[in-house]
């Protein structure tokens, strides 16, 4: 069984005579979901431009169940339709004149053209590319530079993964300019696409933020079974106060270090709420230091 959003990329391929680059796969794919209401996949700016790492990922899966083939090149990879089946009718119907609409506006234009016309509509999303002094003038280069986000003042974040996907999790971090993202899991492993370390690292990195793990601030998973209430979650807490804190506080003044010397450091965990979150303890703590220059936000 195909999930929709891997019948959408398959119909999209099969659009373009059933090869594309990855670079015009990613491109058309992007334009496609501005289409959308609820949009398939969420993109961020990264190497190229507009990017999904769901859409890179389905596209690796899709190759290993047989649907599509990656061939690589010194120019990049291709992707390739391996079993034709007319995935178009598998869309419904605003789906369908979606990607006609796609291929009859855009696909004449060779794949620089796409990606310029994506930096000049859609500047956020050129913001990290490396190419795009190689394709736009001074002038629409400046207009990238506006939407880059920089902030001097020194601030503390906290975010969860929980409801988020990779995208808009790193997409919430670039908007607010942070520098470090510190993971305060004790073990950073996720079932969830994107954020098991390497992955989370990966992404990180390529929109130059610098990802850390701090697993001794972390709490054990089994400590966090059976919690029903936000009473709950306050006894653990409290517990992870006097103890992992407390044995930890090195590690503790070691993050203080970071904000003080890269300004903006964003504690990640997984729970959307950092009430029911170590991470609101640990980021209590660092507001408690003395002689601290930095504010605090909950993202």
Sequence with gaps: MLYYRRKILLAL????????????????????????????????????????????????????????????????????????????????????????????????????????????????????????????????????????????????????????????????????????????RKNACSQKYGFSKSQLEKACTGVGIKYIHIPQLGIESEQRQDLKSQKDYEILFESYEKSTLKENWDYLLYVRELIDTEKRVALTCFEESHKQCHRGRVAKYLMQLPDITYTLKHL
């Design 13 to 184: 391929i099969e659009a373009f005579d059933g090869h594309l680059t990855a670079k015009q796969l990613q491109k058309y794919l992007f334009l496609f979901t501005r289409k959308q209401e609820e949009k398939a996949f969420d993109f961020i700016p990264y190497y190229y431009g507009c990017f999904s790492f769901q859409a890179n990922q389905d596209i690796m899966t899709l190759a290993k169940l047989g649907y599509l083939s990656i061939i690589k090149s010194e120019n990049g990879r291709r992707i390739q339709i391996c079993q034709p089946n007319n995935y178009l009718m598998m869309l419904d119907m605003f789906e369908q004149q979606a990607i006609k609409e796609i291929k009859e506006k855009f696909g004449c234009l060779s794949q620089n053209e796409l990606i310029r016309y994506t930096y000049i509509n859609y500047p956020y999303y050129a913001t990290k590319s490396t190419i795009a002094i190689n394709l736009l003038n001074e002038e629409e280069l400046a207009v990238i530079d506006k939407q880059k986000r920089t902030f001097t003042e020194p601030q503390l974040f906290t975010i969860g993964y929980e409801g988020r996907s990779l995208e808009k999790y790193i997409n919430i971090l670039l908007v607010n300019d942070v520098h470090i993202l510190c993971d305060v």
